[in-house]
């Protein structure tokens, strides 16, 4: 992307807003870091801009999968707040992989928002037994917050 592009701010715009020199691009299919903005991933090959009309909850659940942890957990609240139900199978995947604590546990927190403790309650119980230790704790404060056992 450009500084501007259709009215959305690239990754290259926010660093300089920032005050930071950065000259990264992420690539949208493979997350490879690009030297340009535009043209063929020097990794995967495919174009580095995002497709076009893409909902701002589609680009978030991309976002889930960035490399910078921080942003997946951005994303992941974000969905939570947008009560985005597209993004539940990706936040449940986020919940129960286990490959990033907190990104589990604010993907968790993301689906009480989204779906409420009732629809979660059997899965919230097996995860506070057994789940990741961020999970176990987001999964016990809902049910003691919202009740349990289901």
Partial sequence: MTAVDGGRLSARLVCRFMGKNCSACWCFL???VNDRPRGACQHCGHPIEEPAGL????RLIWTLRHPDGDRAVLAA???GTRRAREAVPRLRQLVTEGRDPYLGAEALRALIAIEGTAGLGVWLEQLAASGPVM???VAHE???RFGGPY
């Avoid at 909902?55 to 589609?58: D, P, V």
Wanted: overall charge positive.
């Fill in 142 to 144: 809902a049910l003691d």
């Fill in 55 to 58: 909902s701002i909850e589609q």
């Fill in 77 to 79: 609240r974000a969905l």
């Fill in 135 to 137: 999970v176990r704790r």
């Fill in 30 to 32: 493979c997350y490879g």
